[in-house]
């Protein structure tokens, strides 16, 4: 199955080489992701009118949050959904502590974590935000607290207003759909 573009799949692979003690590929997966969270967070910080230096602390707190957390990625995911997620609580938890207004950081797609690497020109990758539009509206949000937010499920299920179970069903199905859209679009 196609999982994405070939830096998405060159950057899971580093991944899964890393989950299974690959210290080679450890480091080239964290170098190659400093590039693109710097890109990311230098654009978030200056639309959220914020100094350029704080790029590199966020950029270490992402790197750092990732190092820690590898254990938690499910291999047959993407993989830049899931830095996606890091870099942007990463981003709001630094606006929220340096007393910035939450509202100055724009609502984007994860493919925009991929878009921007100081070091070198990429390919582009999944938008996610309209992938996701094309999902039933419970199972979407289900998928956006839980796998994007960062939620447990029993927030998802209170703010969904679903049974933990059915927000579970609703990310399984959403996820296997959104394969299969992703599958087409790289057919295509």
């Given at each position: 199955m196609d999982k994405g573009s070939t830096k998405e799949r060159e950057l899971r692979a580093l991944m899964i080489a890393s989950q299974s003690g690959d210290a080679a590929?450890?480091?080239r997966l964290l170098s190659e992701l400093a590039g693109y969270l710097r890109g990311y967070f230098r654009n978030r910080l200056l639309r959220a009118r914020r100094a350029s230096?704080?790029?590199e602390d966020l950029v270490q707190e992402a790197l750092l949050a990732i190092h820690n957390r590898r254990g938690t990625y499910d291999p047959s995911e993407l993989l830049t959904p899931w830095v996606y997620a890091i870099a942007r609580y990463k981003l709001i938890d630094h606006l929220r502590k340096s007393q910035s207004q939450v509202s100055d950081v724009p609502l984007e797609d994860a493919s925009e974590v991929m878009a921007a690497d100081d070091q070198s020109a990429n390919e582009s990758s999944i938008d996610?935000?309209?992938l996701l539009a094309m999902l039933p509206e419970k199972v979407r949000m289900s998928i956006?607290?839980?796998k994007v937010d960062?939620?447990?499920v029993a927030e998802?299920?209170?703010r969904c207003h679903l049974s933990e179970s059915a927000v579970k069903i609703n990310i399984h199905r959403g996820l296997k759909a959104l394969s299969t859209l992703v599958s087409r679009v790289n057919i295509q």
């Open positions: 590929s450890h480091r230096e704080e790029t996610l935000g309209r956006q607290y839980v960062g939620l447990t998802a299920a209170a």
